[in-house]
């Protein structure tokens, strides 16, 4: 079995603690919050406890349960091919690797609690002149900055390597 690179290592470990904090975080909420509770914090942001039974911003939430296997599956699928992408970077690809960590285990987060609550726990409540943006958590913010990332990324050295072929 051939041996992972520092840089790899250092990839699968930012994925790692994405998905330690994440479940941290989710279980610090757990913990002191009953479904529905809400703890403002700013004019601007609450801690609340929800549960999201579909996907992003509640998609499908009301689909009749499916949505979680569907959801689960696609989540495992995903996070393989990030794991075999991960492991085939090359080691100069940095940017790319951040992102794909932060989406890694982002998606692992998500899809654990899919599998053991059937849900996702939600509690991170932005608002401002009476607008909520969707609950979320820390797994949802690590793939949508890994996402960005991984666009800005594309978009800054996309060209460079269309140029070295």
Same mark, same amino acid.
């Given at each position: ?9 250092? $990839?699968? =470990? ?23 509770? %809400?703890? *403002?914090? *700013?004019?601007?942001? @609450?801690?609340?406890?929800? &549960? @999201? ?6 998609? +499908? #939430?009301? =689909?009749?349960?499916?949505?979680? $296997?569907?959801?689960?599956?696609? !989540? ?12 085939? +970077?090359?080691?100069? #690809? ?6 794909? !960590? ?8 998500? +899809? ?14 932005? &608002? $401002? *002149?009476?607008? &909520?943006?969707?609950?979320? @958590? %820390? ?7 890994? !996402?960005?990332?991984? %666009?800005?990324?594309?978009? %800054? @050295?996309? #060209? ?6």
């Amino acid at each position: 079995m051939p041996s992972l690179r520092p840089i790899t290592m250092l $990839w699968f =470990a930012l994925a790692a603690s994405v998905l330690l904090l994440d479940q941290y975080s989710k279980l610090w909420i757990v913990e002191r919050f009953s479904y529905g509770d %809400i703890e *403002s914090l *700013s004019g601007f942001f @609450n801690l609340v406890r929800v &549960h @999201n039974y579909g996907a992003a911003f509640s998609f +499908l #939430s009301d =689909a009749g349960g499916w949505q979680r $296997w569907a959801f689960s599956l696609l !989540a495992a699928v995903i996070s393989i091919v990030l794991v075999v992408w991960i492991a085939r +970077l090359p080691t100069q #690809s940095k940017m790319e690797g951040l992102a794909l !960590a932060l989406i890694l285990g982002g998606a692992l987060g998500n +899809l654990y609690d899919r599998l053991t609550l059937g849900y996702v726990v939600d509690f991170l409540d932005f &608002h $401002w *002149s009476g607008m &909520h943006f969707p609950a979320f @958590n %820390i797994a949802d913010a690590g793939i949508s900055v890994g !996402a960005a990332v991984l %666009i800005f990324d594309t978009l %800054i @050295n996309g #060209s460079e390597a269309d140029n070295n072929e």
